[in-house]
Nanobody, 119 residues
Framework: QVQLVESGGGLVQPGGSLRLSCTAS????????MGWYRQAPGEERGLVAT???????NYEDSVRGRFFISRDNAKSTLYLQMDSLRPEDTGVYYC?????????????WGQGTQVTVSS
């Protein structure tokens, strides 16, 4: 079974920075696209950023230029550097990735990590 474990969330003041990490464990082959999603209180989960196998990135408009997604395939780890944080960035951040498990692709979600931006 493949698991994703996020870390790095917490409380930060507006304008501050946080770095989220997400590490995969278990039995899997290749790792495909990976991404970060967030869910604010009372809202649906939505895209923050994604990164392809060869490093092509995509960002939600409100975070472009402030957040930076990256991956270390050797460590099976996904990162999200978040700068110039705003109160509206508050929410639970979830890691998502696609893995080859056996002979098929499977989508896996992490358990989430809370990010709170407040003075």
């Amino acid at each position: 079974q493949v698991q994703l474990v996020e870390s790095g969330g917490g409380l930060v003041q507006p304008g501050g920075s946080l770095r989220l990490s997400c590490t995969a464990s278990g039995n899997f082959g290749a790792i495909g696209a990976m991404g970060w999603y967030r869910q604010a209180p009372g809202e649906e989960r939505g895209l923050v950023a994604t990164i392809s196998v060869n490093g092509i990135t995509n960002y939600e408009d409100s975070v472009r230029g402030r957040f930076f997604i990256s991956r270390d395939n050797a460590k099976s780890t996904l990162y999200l550097q978040m700068d110039s944080l705003r109160p509206e960035d508050t929410g639970v951040y979830y890691c998502n990735a696609n893995f080859v498990v056996g002979v098929k692709w499977s989508e896996v979600w992490g358990q989430g990590t809370q990010v709170t931006v407040s003075s």
